[in-house]
């Protein structure tokens, strides 16, 4: 029997890189989490130690805070694809990278019209994220949002199911609804990343929001549909949608009925919902473009 | 030798409560974490196990959801009054209690003027407190926020120190300044605390925004001092700023300047810096208030 | 353009089961953290909101928990087996299913040969988990361990790589050697799970202290093929391996040597080193085994 | 109405540090986070931002590194205790110090005989820690763990407890009894830190698991009454302990009984008790031990 080598990838991760846009009073701030994983022929270290492949991790991270100041920041999916071409063209023993970036939203603290205006507030919450990955000269870029949370205090029904020796589950037509939207999509063409990002979100919102939900699959699906109704560039969408339980209490034993007022926000077990939604018309190859991308959680 | 017991406290910690309030077209939903803590005349419990006086913290759990659903919920300040009270009004055995609430925001997602108003988004982060110490008729509120996240590209400088053997930092005119606020304050009469808390919230960010900083120690003080000077009724306010440090990227090995553009985000270590800040025309009594709240962190 | 509902699958996510066997005096605690997902025909749900297919998730753990009681629980992996093939073959609908099982260890405290034999202590840390994929008759267990984090304070080299414009890094002949092992690996035939859990992790320590590191990588491939060449029945093994850099601290402005002793560990970043290792004499079919399985974080 | 500084302190938080005592074959690991805060006469920079007396919390970093090779580190009580009186000795303006230590705990890997002795693994979970409170010549000493998770599958009731209008729970006289341990206990003198950490450990471990509970409360009295009982030196005990709950899961609906074997272990809420446990020949001063101490959660 011979040991084998199979896929493997090295990088550094979590680079944080904060980049302040000074050229205007109005500052703009840019807060990254970058992560660059390089492929390519690195057998030698593996089973020898020789590293003369090896461009260090730290070297990757110099790259990506020389890189901010040369190049600037912009959307996250063009600073990706810069550092993954630069790693592929000047490494003769890098044939692939991953690139991944988290986006930390702020916002700006309003302070009138005299104020100052370089001061600003972290929303937390949700994050835009991207994975740009490269194989020679192809890439593929899936971007995406996670740990969007929202609820529907109504218009939510679960019923109609079917039930087996093991189910005691009530049917409702009245529930809240509630669940933190990871999702990723794939772009099949080269879009302006940051003037599609806004409105893919918003479309999200406003379509949970719409949607009289019969059961979390079917807003899940009308939302990822929308999106790809009104995004034209985007070839498909997955959608990871956790069911946080908010349990109706009951209030009988203390002589007190609850008309769907009083909840009990559960944290586990959680209902755990995933879909892919794609489309017809989409004849882009996604070659490797999920294959390090946990489109499901 | 003989042991004793000294202070104790028990109760149910961290009640997640849900609460929509139905009773308009536009849905309000207060979504709460609630720990009850009761004191008393509990040895006999501790010494020989005999829980006759010992109330189960599953009770209180269930006073919690009841007393949603009979009294509404309000402000945090306000139910955790009427639950210290009740507690202390209806067990014998129990003379005081600590009710801490903290309360985490939501916001309406907006869909337009024909579309629902039950539909909300959880923007993370930050989140309102309030830790109520009751102590037979006497009650004390200290509420706050925790976790405000918030930076200025500018206007911030560090100079001026004393240098030690163990001294190398530079000194600076120039560079981010990064907190997460924890702030509390005690309240010296009782006020419509709904009214208060956003008021505070805000003038804490802009006082924040407009100061000009000479040490992340002043920006504190000034931001406490305003809340004093504005809040009649808060006697005083105790805040822990972590000193959330940006590294300005040293990119000369490459043959780049930086001019304040690229900074590293660092995670630990962190400065700290904590102080109360107090009025001199202040002659309540804090009593028991900051015995059981970590006023610093 | 039409919608087409792609992969999809849901179920109940971190069902906390915990079994005591009582039947000895000596009891024996299991503490699962389980994952079940159903995949098959659940066009309409997603579609049309018709639940008629969908046996709701709170049924699914209900399963789990009657599970425990009919048959016991046993080894992660014959426990996500049972559950599997359960839901195919009770549920017309249903053609697939992942369960993921999470263990977490408890160690006894000892007590003396007169103590009592059912007192427990959980160490934290690391913990034993699995992935079962099951499609129609066809099964694939993946099992692993995540989060054994140990070190090296010597032994540990990295030189000899090439510098690009942005490399700094000083190579070094004696470094700290961390990280925190994620390793999964595929069975190809049915084993005693139990039997070989432990000697796998025994090998995988014992071979990261043994290896005198050129690389991590080489470590990473050392232990990996360790465990290729003493354990027949595993068909390939991948990890991940992230660098928990402790950087030595610098000393000379204050007019100490440091030879090895004072390091900073760091939180952020870190290196990232992931690969597949397996074996040439291997035909059995990966299948679906890694579909929903992060070989690599 | 005029603005007052209260109490206030600043510092360094999450100082990471690892040393290796390499003057043996065998290695010595000793993994700290330290977090240092002066105390003093620091008005001018809360009120003006005049930063004369303001060691930057940099150089207090600093010092933390060069001690530990200055005089290596031992058990986290004396390093503590040297860092705080070497800020107040050369600093005029600092009259105190709170120094606080988590210390992680590391295994060796038992390679066998002929193998490196320079390798461990980190069991996760519980911590040592330490917080140490310097106040001119006078300091106290806090020691403690924290996150000490225990279990006890039988052995403990719970019973006899007074019912309201909102109490619903039923008695038991068996159940599931867990908890993490958090207990932190003040000397009343110097003492070989390191010689009563591991028997004040055992202790408190195997008591939990000797005594038989009628309430958690007992449990918890009775654990702090022996760590007092057995060791002079302990002034007081301040431990909480959540209660964290393992519902017996109801399996009537499938047709089977659940004769204690199968739990649901629960996240939120929880119970929490919390106590001190003091001694009636205790005539030392705790001074200001506790001012910065959460000897509650």
Redesign the interface.
């Known amino acids: 029997?011979?040991?084998?080598?199979?896929?493997?990838?090295?990088?550094?991760?979590?680079?944080?890189?904060?980049?302040?846009?000074?050229s205007q009073p109005q500052?703009v701030?840019t807060?990254f989490n970058v992560?660059t994983?390089l492929r390519g022929d690195?057998g030698s270290?593996?089973?020898?130690?020789?590293?003369?492949?090896?461009?260090?991790?730290?070297?990757q991270?110099?790259?990506v805070?020389?890189f901010?100041?040369?190049y600037g920041v912009g959307e996250p999916e063009d600073f990706a694809l810069r550092l993954g071409r630069h790693f592929i063209a000047?490494?003769p023993q890098v044939n692939g990278a991953r690139i991944a970036i988290d986006q930390y939203p702020?916002e700006r603290?309003p302070?009138g019209s005299a104020?100052?205006d370089?001061?600003?507030?972290?929303?937390?919450?949700?994050r835009r994220n991207t994975v740009v990955t490269l194989d020679g000269d192809d890439s593929w870029v899936v971007s995406g949002l996670a740990?969007?949370?929202?609820?529907?205090?109504?218009?939510s029904?679960?019923?109609?199911?079917?039930?087996?020796?093991?189910?005691?589950?009530a049917e409702t037509t009245d529930r809240?609804l509630a669940t933190s939207v990871t999702a990723r999509w794939r772009y099949r063409a080269e879009v302006a990343y940051g003037q599609v990002y806004a409105p893919i979100r918003t479309l999200l919102?406003?379509t949970?929001?719409?949607t009289h939900?019969?059961?979390l699959?079917?807003t899940?699906?009308t939302m990822?549909?929308a999106v790809?109704?009104a995004f034209d560039d985007v070839a498909?969408i997955?959608m990871s949608m956790?069911?946080k339980h908010?349990y109706l209490?009951d209030?009988t034993?203390?002589g007190?009925?609850?008309?769907?007022?009083?909840?009990?926000?559960?944290?586990?077990?959680?209902?755990?919902?995933?879909?892919?939604?794609?489309?017809?018309?989409d004849i882009s190859d996604p070659g490797r473009a999920w294959e390090?991308v946990?489109?499901?959680i």
């Open positions: 029997m011979g040991i084998i080598l199979g896929e493997n990838q090295y990088g550094k991760a979590e680079v944080r890189l904060v980049h302040v846009d000074r500052h701030i807060d992560t994983q690195f270290t593996h089973r020898q130690g020789d590293n003369s492949a090896v461009l260090p991790t730290d070297s991270k110099n790259t805070y020389a901010a100041r040369e000047t490494l702020w603290i302070v104020g100052p370089h001061a600003f507030v972290k929303p937390g919450g949700e740990d969007l949370v929202v609820l529907k205090t109504t218009g029904e679960f019923a109609g199911f079917p039930r087996d020796r093991y189910t005691t589950l809240i919102l406003e949970f929001a719409r939900s019969l059961a699959q079917q899940l699906y990822g549909s790809l109704e498909e997955r956790p069911n908010h209490a209030l034993p203390f007190l009925d609850n008309p769907n007022q009083v909840f009990i926000a559960g944290d586990r077990p959680y209902g755990l919902i995933e879909a892919q939604v794609t489309r017809d018309d390090s946990p489109g499901f």
